[in-house]
């Protein structure tokens, strides 16, 4: 198979030489044109990439059309591939990046020319690429394998950057959901307590309710009922599941505080695993056997 355009007896086509992409990209972005587009197709002009608004792939606010579905389906795999190219060497733009890690200001890669070869680029002051090439030996192939280390290291780098950054995003959002949820709650409880019954008057008593025991000079309760108990009565009954409903006329006097629960029905968080599901299984088996051994010997 014979390449159109590096015209050497190669594997591959135009649709996938490295090195007419890579050409053409470098052109492109030094001088906004492509000296080989009318020998791609009549209707491609030499300034393809040129964005709506004017601007050439090395301007700093070009933009990239090809993703325009309407575009598709006029530009050709080679095409592409130049344009991947033209992003390669965007990214070797200084203070072009906001993950909080600089870009790297050079570019090697391997063309499958014939021979190949390896080439580095780098920008000038004038924003204008230069390219440095290696004979695909081991000098070249050192370089080549040097800049792969870094660059990998920078992608996993960037990758992490944006994991931490997802993740503090991620806390953020549970801890706003958290408040939103607080303040919810204090709302909701305000309003249980505003809408307790409040009599201006006690009911006259003279035993308490509960124990019957005449009321004192001290230990006595009148609820916002107005029904009146011992201390001790009403403090034993307020722990209990209902106890914020007055034991006479069952009228609400009292809120609990968030996330109360009645003595003896704490809940654990419970782990369900294997391990704990097995254990808890043969000690209600050894306790069950204890109990019937102890019956027999009673017998």
């Not at 050079?106 to 190949?116: D, K, Q």
């Not at 806390?171 to 201006?200: I, M, N, P």
């Not at 011992?230 to 009292?254: L, M, N, V």
Request: glycine share 4%; charged share 25%.
């Amino acid at each position: 198979m014979t390449c159109s355009y590096c015209r050497t007896q190669t594997n591959h086509n135009i649709s996938n030489c490295q090195t007419a992409a890579f050409t053409r990209a470098f052109e492109l972005y030094n001088e906004g044109t492509d000296s080989f587009a009318n020998k791609r197709s009549s209707t491609l002009r030499e300034d393809w990439l040129k964005d709506n608004d004017g601007n050439n792939p090395s301007d700093e606010n070009w933009r990239d059309h090809s993703s325009n579905r309407r575009l598709q389906t006029r530009v050709s795999p080679a095409e592409f591939k130049v344009i991947e190219y033209i992003h390669k060497f965007r990214r070797i733009r200084p203070n072009t990046s906001s993950d909080g890690h600089n870009n790297m200001c050079y570019y090697v890669t391997r063309l499958n020319s014939s021979p190949p070869i390896i080439v580095n680029v780098s920008l000038n002051n004038e924003n204008k690429l230069n390219r440095v090439d290696y004979q695909d030996n081991d000098e070249g192939m050192t370089l080549l394998n040097t800049y792969t280390r870094r660059h990998t290291r920078l992608i996993n780098a960037r990758a992490q950057y944006r994991t931490n950054i997802w993740r503090q995003q991620q806390r953020d959002r549970e801890q706003q959901r958290q408040q939103a949820r607080q303040q919810e709650l204090q709302r909701e409880q305000q309003l249980r307590q505003e809408q307790l019954v409040l009599r201006e008057e006690p009911i006259e008593a003279n035993d308490c309710a509960i124990c019957m025991e005449p009321f004192g000079n001290t230990n006595k309760t009148i609820l916002r009922c107005g029904h009146q108990f011992c201390g001790d009565c009403i403090f034993q009954h307020f722990q209990g599941q209902h106890g914020t409903k007055c034991p006479s006329c069952r009228t609400e006097y009292a809120t609990r505080v968030q996330g109360w629960n009645p003595p003896g029905r704490q809940t654990q968080p419970r782990t369900h695993t294997h391990n704990q599901d097995t254990n808890s299984r043969i000690t209600r088996i050894e306790t069950l056997m204890e109990q019937l051994i102890t019956a027999q010997l009673n017998r």
